[in-house]
């Protein structure tokens, strides 16, 4: 997934991907750590061109993935989506600032360095995917989760298990009085 710095020189060009989540490192890892799995290959479409001292890269990538559910434990589908706008400065000696992301609208504006005459998009692509997938991933907003007595799932069941975690907190509060 790389741009060679002499084609975008002189005009802005139109890029498309299509690569496995296993070739991005960083994927790869999450997908070992169980965060995630990837049903599909990483889609990416972008334009990219010179423009004042840096080269701008804006696009798209597209990937599906398969959650589990951290309320519920179910397994299910969502298409990982994520538009970004990445600037890529030439490294050199009198240019070695550090990296910085600048809130700008709605997606956030990335600011990289890269060396030689071609740029390597794929540590940022990675880094795009890996922020779009949740650390605390959700069937549904209104996922009701396991009952925590018996397990059964309140989505598709109801019990009559007594939750104490409640109970015992309007008990302590009760007894709590101000003293005038
Ligand atoms: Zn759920
Ligand atoms: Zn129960």
Do not use: W
């Not at 309140?154 to 509060?173: D, T, V, Y």
Request: glycine residues 4%.
């Amino acid at each position: 997934m790389k741009v060679r710095t002499e084609h975008i020189k002189e005009a802005v060009r139109e890029y498309s991907f299509n690569e496995p989540a296993e070739s991005f490192p960083v994927l790869a890892e999450m997908v070992a750590a169980g965060e995630c799995r990837f049903t599909g290959s990483v889609q990416v479409a972008l334009t990219a061109g010179r423009e004042l001292d840096h080269y701008r890269v804006e696009g798209t990538v597209t990937v599906p993935v398969q959650l589990d559910c951290s309320r519920c434990l179910c397994s299910f589908d969502r298409t990982v989506h994520s538009e970004f706008t990445i600037f890529f400065r030439e490294d050199s000696a009198a240019n070695h600032e550090e990296e910085d992301e600048v809130e700008l609208g709605e997606h956030d504006l990335i600011s990289t360095c890269f060396s030689g005459d071609e740029i390597d998009l794929l540590p940022e692509i990675a880094e795009q995917v890996a922020l779009e997938i949740p650390l605390k991933p959700l069937c549904s907003e209104n996922c009701k989760g396991l009952c925590p007595v018996c397990g059964i799932d309140l989505n598709s069941g109801s019990c009559s298990c007594i939750i104490e975690q409640k109970q015992s907190k309007f008990a302590a509060l009760k007894d709590f009085k101000v003293r005038p």
